[in-house]
């Protein structure tokens, strides 16, 4: 069985002034470890940072960091819940891992997690992820087109390709090298 945990992003404020307590945003961890995920998605990875940034993302490097400092990545991964948290399939959300070289080209994808009533024919089959490998964040992701469509499934299908060309392009413009996102 899926298990969703809820964990606070940041403390509540309050506010003694005005008297009004400002509840934090909550974010889902659906896989609390997911260093088997980031290894499929980044095969030749010695180490990956811890989950931080703004946006949210890990960082994959070919050399461990600790051993030598100034080691760049190869690679971000990062959830698409955290970077479009409004995106919704037929019942739910879709928490897919996704990780993406330092030319934003995707590495590959992983759905860890979702509620859809036909998820087990439509977005959690291995072979929906793995169509978005070797895609662009500049690819236009349409279902029917350049993404697989799956008949009754075209809400959670429409969901997860648009998460995943969101995601991939706030990445691209927020932790992209320039040159990469030209």
């Not at 703004?54 to 960082?59: D, R, S, V």
């Not at 934003?104 to 978005?132: N, R």
């Amino acid at each position: 069985m899926k298990t969703l945990k809820r964990t606070p992003l940041a403390l509540i404020a309050l506010s003694l002034g005005c008297g009004m307590a400002v509840a934090a945003a909550e974010r889902i961890f659906t896989t609390p470890n997911p260093a088997a995920e980031l290894k499929r998605l980044f095969p030749a990875a010695a180490a990956f940072s811890p989950l931080a940034g703004e946006p949210l993302h890990f960082k994959a490097f070919a050399a461990d960091p600790k051993a030598n400092p100034p080691a760049a990545p190869i690679g971000i991964a990062f959830w698409t819940t955290d970077l479009v948290p409004q995106e919704h399939g037929y019942h739910g959300p879709i928490h897919i891992l996704v990780g993406m070289d330092m030319t934003g080209v995707i590495t590959g994808a992983v759905v860890t997690y979702d509620s859809e009533p036909y998820g087990y024919f439509s977005v959690e089959p291995p072979k929906f992820a793995a169509q978005f490998k070797g895609k662009s964040f500049r690819d236009p992701f349409r279902v029917g087109a350049d993404v697989d469509a799956v008949s009754r499934a075209s809400i959670s299908i429409g969901s997860a390709a648009r998460a995943i060309r969101d995601s991939t392009r706030i990445v691209a413009r927020q932790l992209l090298p320039p040159e990469a996102v030209k």
